[in-house]
């Protein structure tokens, strides 16, 4: 069998041990504790130790003494080794001078008792086992983005009520709508509940726009097709997630990928699976997954990245397909020229291959109805 791998455990607090310790022995590692620095150092010298996690302000010798004896061992491997700093200390100038002595990474304290996945994720990511930090980031992500998941589909719950009850919506209405959407993409992009998982892709101003308008047209639309609720709410879920796949990969929304070389076409067409990886980690219901894969695959096959067919997609996937490319055609954006609304209808419903004929006259009929992008 295997050696289990050596974590030296540094820290005056004996809850810091306790918590650490089982924390670490349950992922299968060999916890030695020490209760300050200079007991550390008598315990680390040739002992093969992987990663060593120091406290900061500990008696007899501290955490910044420790570092700067661990990165001048005599031993090179020793000296190689692996150090996270886990403090109380939050003073940004402190915490450098730390990582300049040598140390790789810190945490705060105060999360590994409230969020041990965080803790675990940068212990992996010390070892180089990317796969783990990968486990671990997803459940971090599911963690902080649940509680916005239910307060989208209480929202939106809302807004499909007043929408039945008044068989109408106002301008003042959607934009009231379309601002709180706004609001929870940029508590979503600014990471308050993602971290630094996301960062807004610089020069792509689209992609917010686009997610509100999309769950805008999608509520909208879904209430004039006259969906069941719960359907009509798991759909719009999908559509406001629909195209974070680019948020995670980095790259823009376009309306014509088709028009990129190969390659960026091919690394384009990733963001569905990203996007569908992403909605499941996040539990996202059946209707709105369907809504995140299938946005870009049309009936006739020629679509992305499954190329499905026909019956393989249903009424939301199909609606996924026509609002997604309505918005797009109908945004300015980078080199893209907006169309006009009728123009943009006109050219959707010339594409009877790509989506049924009954449903693009539905959306045609929708779109009179409503005043689609009133500052044409
Ligand atoms: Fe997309």
Same mark, same amino acid.
């Given at each position: 069998m295997a050696e289990k791998p050596k974590v030296l455990l540094v820290d005056d607090s004996l809850i810091i041990q306790k918590v650490g310790k089982q924390i670490l022995f349950r992922k299968g590692f060999n916890v030695i504790l020490a209760d300050h620095g200079e007991m550390a150092l008598k315990l680390f *010298?040739?002992?093969?130790?992987?990663l060593v996690i120091l406290d900061?302000?500990? &008696?007899?010798?501290?955490g910044l003494q420790a570092v700067k004896k661990i990165r001048s061992s005599v031993n090179p491997e020793d000296a190689k080794t692996p150090i996270l700093i886990l403090t109380g200390e939050s003073n940004p100038t402190e915490l450098n001078k730390l990582l300049e002595a040598g140390a790789n990474d810190y945490l705060n304290k105060g999360r590994l008792l409230k969020n041990p996945e965080i803790f675990l994720e940068k212990v992996y990511h010390l070892l180089n086992e990317e796969g783990e930090v990968a486990k671990y980031k997803k459940i971090k992500l599911s963690k902080t983005l649940s509680p916005f998941v239910k307060d989208f589909l209480k929202f939106t719950q809302l807004v499909i009520d007043n929408f039945m009850a008044s068989g109408s919506i106002s301008q003042s209405e959607m934009e009231e709508i379309g601002e709180k959407l706004e609001n929870a993409y940029t508590l979503f992009s600014s990471g308050e509940y993602v971290g630094v998982i996301y960062e807004v892709i610089e020069g792509d101003d689209y992609l917010p726009v686009h997610t509100v308008n999309t769950t805008l047209l999608m509520l909208m639309f879904g209430v004039s097709l006259k969906w069941e609720k719960n359907k009509l709410i798991e759909a719009s879920l999908g559509a406001f997630f629909h195209d974070f796949g680019c948020l995670l990969l980095h790259i823009p929304v376009l309306v014509? *990928?088709?028009?990129? *070389?190969q390659k960026d076409y091919a690394d384009y067409m990733k963001h569905v699976e990203e996007g569908s990886s992403l909605g499941k980690t996040l539990g996202l219901p059946a209707n709105a997954q369907k809504f995140i894969e299938n946005h870009h695959e049309r009936l006739n096959g020629s679509?992305? &990245?499954?190329q499905k067919k026909g019956e393989q997609l249903d009424d939301i996937s199909q609606v996924a397909g026509i609002i997604t490319l309505f918005d797009s055609l109908t945004s300015q954006y980078g080199i893209h020229n907006k169309m006009h609304v009728s123009d943009a209808i006109n050219k959707i419903s010339s594409w009877n291959t790509l989506f049924s004929e009954e449903l693009l006259k539905k959306f045609d009929n929708f779109s009179r109805q409503f005043d689609l992008k009133p500052d044409e």
């Open positions: *010298p040739n002992q093969n130790i992987k900061y302000h500990m &008696p007899k010798m501290n014509n *990928p088709k028009a990129l *070389p679509g992305f &990245p499954k």
